[in-house]
């Protein structure tokens, strides 16, 4: 027979609440940059003027987004980045985004809107054809500074992001080896140019300052 000081302590012991074990805490989350090539990785060109493309930027002109003259050009550039050294690490990426420097600011208004877009596909290089193709989704648009401008000093202009996890990872996920990008000046290109003068940025074309994707990882 059961003691009934034992059967006593036993029914005490199952009523006790379990205890709670809380998870463990999340481990350090490191950064790493993804440069681009600085030779072949960015260019910009006038949409509405054929010829008008090089990489690195034209000559003059830089890395324009929107009209650097009194012509209605709708200048844009375009930017690849090799995604091959994230696909071991991929599954700990928690975040990414694009950056850019803000080098140079044109146009009567204090703003510009900058509308950052993925190409669909991956492209194996940078064309003319890039800057006008219909094959791109729109990210996020950002509101850019006539305060933040650099104006070609040494210290960097203002830095601005966009976040592209989501492409980012979408990339990796279907086997894509690179992820491309396309900005372009909202107002420039639907106003054109009716008061013929300069609207628009420039980036920042150093090579420390080039546009990046900044990740931040799992360890």
Do not use: C, W
Request: proline share 7%.
């Amino acid at each position: 027979m059961f003691p009934i000081k034992l059967l006593r302590a036993a029914l005490l012991l199952t009523a006790l609440p379990l205890p709670i074990f809380a998870a463990p805490p999340a481990g350090p989350l490191v950064e790493q940059e993804i440069a681009l090539n600085p030779e072949t990785g960015i260019a910009s060109g006038a949409t509405r003027m054929g010829g008008q493309f090089s990489l690195k930027g034209l000559e003059g002109a830089g890395l324009f987004i929107g009209n650097p003259n009194t012509l209605s050009r709708a200048d844009r550039v375009v930017m690849t980045f090799d995604l091959a050294p994230l696909l071991r690490n991929a599954s700990k990426i928690k975040s990414a985004k694009l950056v850019f420097h803000e080098d140079y600011f044109f146009g009567p208004s204090e703003t510009r809107e900058i509308e950052a877009s993925v190409f669909e596909g991956q492209l194996s290089e940078l064309t003319e054809e890039s800057l006008s193709s219909s094959e791109v989704k729109p990210v996020a648009t950002v509101t850019v500074s006539s305060a933040d401008q650099n104006k070609g000093g040494q210290a960097p202009g203002k830095s601005y992001e966009v976040d592209v996890t989501k492409q980012l990872l979408e990339k990796i996920n279907a086997g894509g080896l690179g992820i491309s990008f396309r900005l372009q000046d909202v107002k420039a290109e639907s106003d054109g140019n009716p008061t013929m003068e300069s609207a628009g940025i420039s980036l920042d074309r150093r090579p420390d300052f080039l546009p990046k994707i900044v990740l931040q990882l799992e360890r």
